[in-house]
C-alpha cells in the first residue's frame, strides 16, 4: 500500500456509534463531509450542514451527483479520490449552496482506507468568504490610506504655488492699464479657483465630521429626490427596507454624499429598462475596519447594469480612476473615505448579475 493513503480506523458503524467522535467533528469550524467507496455521504457534522445549508437527515445517503448536481468539480473530485493515494487540496472552488448563492471555498481530499480494508474519502470545506472579506478589507484600507497620504501631499504641493499665482495675477490686474488684458488674469484667477476646489474636493474626507442622531432612511429619501431632481429619465428605484434599523450616529451631510456617490454611480451604469435596488439590514456581530461591532447597518445599492468594467476593478476605489470619458474617478474614493471615516466601510461585489455597493457603517449610541 502506498504510504500517503491513510489507514485510518474509522469504520462505517464505529462512526455512527462513536459520540465522543461525533461531538468533537460537530464542534470543528470546518465542513467535514465523509463518503464511503460508492460515494455515498455517510457521515456530516454541524459545520457541513450549516455551510450547506441541509439537514443531516435529509443529506445522508446521497451522492456528490445528488448533492451538488450542476458542479461537475465535486462529482469529478470526489470519483478520484476515492481510488487515489494522496491528499488533494483545492482552493478557491465555486460552491452552489440550496438557496442559489454561490460562495468561495477551499476545499481539502483525503482517501482513507477503514479498518475493514473499504475506501472512503474525507472532504473538508473551508468557507473562505467571510476570511478573505476581512482580508480584502485591511488590504483595500491601507492601499485607500497610501492613497490619501499621497492624495495629501500632491494637493499640498499645487496648492502652494497656486496661492501664488492668484496673488500675482491680481496685483498685475490692478497695474493694467489695457483693459483687454485683464481678460486674462480674470482667467488666471478663475482658473485657479477652479483648481483649487478641485483639490479641496478631492480631500473632503478629511473635513471634521459633525455627528448627530439620524435615520439611514430619511439619508436615502433625501439622496433619491435629489437624483430624481438631476436626472429626466425615468428611474426604476426599488426599495426594502428594514423598519427595526436603529437611528446611527454619523455626519448627516457626509453620509448623504458617501450614497449620493453610489447612486449616481449606479443611474450611470443603467438603463431605463434596469433597476436599483436599495436595501437596509440591520448586522450583530459584524467585523469592520479590524474592529467588532455589536450592531452595525448594511445598506445595499445594487443594480443590474454590467458592473466595474474589468480593467478597472481592481483600482476603482481609488483616485481618479474612472470607466466613464467624462468622470473625475472621485465618486467612489470620497464615497470609501467619508464612510471609513466614521468607522464603516464600503465593499464592492457583482453576484448573480448584480452590482452590488455595500455600506457598512456601526450602530453606535452618542457616548460611544
Ligand atoms: N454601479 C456601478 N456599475 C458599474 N460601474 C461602476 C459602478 N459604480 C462605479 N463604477 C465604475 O467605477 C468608476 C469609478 O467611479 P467613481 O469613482 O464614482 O468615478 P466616476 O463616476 O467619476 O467615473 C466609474 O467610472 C465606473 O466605471
Ligand atoms: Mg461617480
Known amino acids: 500500500m502506498n504510504n500517503a493513503l491513510k ?50 437527515q435529509r443529506i445522508i445517503g446521497m451522492t456528490p451527483h445528488q448533492i451538488w448536481p450542476a458542479n461537475l468539480f465535486f462529482i469529478e473530485a470526489i470519483k478520484k ?13 465555486e460552491l452552489n449552496l440550496t438557496n442559489n448563492q454561490t460562495i468561495k471555498i477551499d476545499c481539502i481530499l483525503t482517501p482513507i482506507l477503514s479498518k475493514n480494508k473499504s475506501r472512503l474519502v474525507l472532504l473538508e470545506l473551508l468557507n473562505t468568504n467571510s476570511f478573505s472579506r476581512v482580508m480584502e478589507e485591511l488590504n483595500q484600507q491601507t492601499l485607500q490610506k497610501a492613497a490619501k497620504d499621497s492624495l495629501q501631499g500632491i494637493a499640498h504641493e499645487i496648492k502652494n504655488p497656486l496661492g501664488g499665482i492668484r496673488g500675482a495675477a491680481q496685483l498685475m490686474e490692478r497695474k493694467l492699464n489695457d483693459k483687454n488684458l485683464l481678460e486674462y488674469t480674470k482667467i488666471i484667477i ?36 435629489i437624483i430624481h431632481a438631476e436626472n429626466s429619465r425615468k428611474l426604476n428605484i426599488t426599495k426594502d427596507y428594514d423598519p427595526s434599523i436603529p437611528n446611527i450616529y454619523v455626519d448627516r451631510e457626509q453620509t448623504i454624499q ?52 474589468s480593467e478597472i ?22 464615497a470609501q473615505q467619508l464612510v471609513q471615516s466614521q468607522g464603516g466601510v464600503i465593499n464592492y461585489e457583482r453576484k448573480n448579475k448584480n452590482t452590488y455597493f455595500t455600506i457598512l457603517l456601526p450602530i453606535r449610541k452618542f457616548n460611544e
Open 7 to 56: 489507514q485510518c480506523n474509522i469504520g462505517h458503524t464505529m462512526i455512527e456509534k462513536d459520540a465522543t467522535y461525533l461531538s468533537i467533528m460537530d464542534h470543528l469550524a470546518t465542513a467535514v463531509l465523509l463518503f464511503d467507496e460508492n460515494q455515498h455521504l455517510i457521515s456530516i457534522n454541524s459545520a457541513g450542514e450549516n455551510l450547506l445549508t441541509v439537514s443531516k
Open 81 to 93: 479520490s476515492i481510488n487515489a493515494d494522496s491528499v488533494h487540496i483545492q482552493r478557491g472552488t
Open 190 to 225: 478663475g482658473e485657479s479657483d477652479r483648481l483649487r476646489n478641485f483639490i479641496d474636493r478631492m480631500l473632503t474626507a478629511n473635513t471634521h465630521s459633525i455627528r448627530s442622531d439620524i435615520s439611514i432612511h430619511e439619508i436615502i429619501e433625501y439622496v433619491i429626490s
Open 258 to 309: 458617501a450614497v449620493l456617490n453610489l447612486l449616481r454611480n449606479a443611474v450611470q451604469a443603467t438603463k431605463d429598462k434596469d433597476t436599483i435596488s436599495i436595501k437596509t439590514r440591520v448586522l450583530r456581530q459584524v467585523t469592520i475596519q479590524n474592529k467588532l461591532n455589536r450592531l452595525a447597518i448594511q445598506l445595499d445599492i445594487i443594480d443590474d447594469g454590467p458592473g466595474i468594467p
Open 313 to 334: 476593478e481592481t483600482g476603482a476605489f481609488f483616485p481618479m480612476v474612472t470607466g466613464n470619458a467624462e468622470g473625475t474617478g472621485l465618486g467612489l474614493s470620497i
